[in-house]
């Protein structure tokens, strides 16, 4: 009979948060499913590879490229570490749709890898813009 009435009470509980979150904003919800990983991100101790390209100057390029950009860069992550880097919920800069993208420390590897192995962002490898990092 115990069990029974603790089982209730879990249910009671998780349909109230489900009540709970359809009511909210949908940021306040992305929000919370990012946690502290999107508080690392604001706080720049995490950063997205589109934040990588706009510190070098390459905010210019087309989004089906600085997509392909993080697909070079999530690719030489997962060689160097073995494992995908921590996700994060972000919303898009053109369209504003929540999209799921990988956040990486400010100077990993990874992000000059695929700088240059990809051929749209080879030419911001050179040392000028490589230190401006």
């Known amino acids: 009979m115990i069990a029974s009435n603790r089982t209730r009470r879990t249910l009671r509980t998780i349909a109230a948060t489900h009540r709970a979150a359809r009511h909210t904003a949908k940021a ?10 999107a508080v690392a991100v604001d706080a720049g101790t995490l950063i ?12 210019d ?7 392909w950009y993080g697909r070079h860069v999530k690719k030489a992550y997962i060689a160097a570490n073995g494992q995908p880097p921590v996700m994060v919920w972000a919303q898009h800069r053109t369209t504003g749709r929540w999209i799921h993208v990988a956040a ?10 695929g700088l240059a192995t990809y ?11 490589t230190e401006a990092a």
Do not use: E, W
Request: glycine share 8%; charged share 30%.
């Open 48 to 59: 997205k590879t589109g934040d990588m390209l706009d510190r070098l100057g390459a905010d």
């Open 104 to 113: 990486y420390q400010p100077l990993d590897q990874a992000l000059f890898i």
């Open 28 to 37: 306040l919800r992305y929000r919370c499913l990012s946690g502290n990983i």
């Open 61 to 67: 390029l087309k989004d089906g490229f600085k997509s």
């Open 119 to 129: 051929k749209q962002t080879r030419h911001l490898v050179q040392a000028d813009f």
